[in-house]
């Protein structure tokens, strides 16, 4: 079973729509989590994090986690074709110092 | 822009040569981080430095090793390389004892191994 599992894509969604990206992750004492946009050719970049059961909100970007279920979600809003990425999940563990695991991404695409 | 900068963007190399990546961390941060990334995949912890001292290893041979220096800049080194070291090598700057652990990625170096 792998640390940090997502589904690897494509997600098509139509533009303006709501894209859903989902990540479980296995070690149950993970206590950080992370979304990184990874533009083709480019470096990870930061999109947000979250510490505690909920929803956090950030423009367009909600992230959600529930760590009873040990699942990670990521909503975006009205997504445009600048939002044609691979999402990336990642975690930090209690156990595992202070390094990040990954998902191996979701590939999303927004169409016109 | 996260501040932190990596050097070179592309290197080719042949099997069995070494190579040294630098990175420069954000201003204010004072540990790093190197990850690889194959092609298709999330990037893979190899090791991170602060305070000068390795603070945690991935699952990588001793080949790999770094370095970090006084002003919190990094150098990872692989020895005899492999044709399966091709790949996009990361450094990830933050600020260990700060109020969260976020990783901030430099743009990468590409790795070819021919």
Known sequence: QKEVEQNSGPLSVPEGAIASLNCTYSDRVSQSFFWYRQYSGKSPELIM??????????????AQLNKA???????????????????????????????????????????? | ETGVTQSPTHLIKTRGQQVTLRCSSQSGHNT??????????????IFQYYREEENGRGNFPPRFSGLQFPNYSS?????????????????????????????YFGPGTRLTVL
Do not use: H, M
């Not at chain 1, 994090?49 to 909600?62: A, L, Q, V």
């Open chain 1, 49 to 62: 994090s979250i510490y505690s059961n909920g929803d956090k909100e950030d423009g367009r970007f909600t």
């Open chain 1, 69 to 112: 279920s040990q699942y990670v979600s990521l909503l975006i809003r009205d997504s445009q074709p600048s939002d044609s990425a691979t999402y990336l999940c990642a975690a930090i563990s209690l156990r595992g110092g202070n390094k990040l695991t990954f998902g191996t991404g979701t590939q999303l695409k927004v169409e016109l």
């Open chain 2, 32 to 45: 790093v981080s190197w990850y690889q990334q194959a092609l298709g995949q999330g990037p893979q912890f």
């Open chain 2, 75 to 103: 150098e990872l080194n692989v020895n005899a390389l492999e044709l399966d070291d091709s790949a996009l090598y990361l450094c990830a700057s933050s600020l260990w004892g700060g109020r969260t652990d976020t990783q």
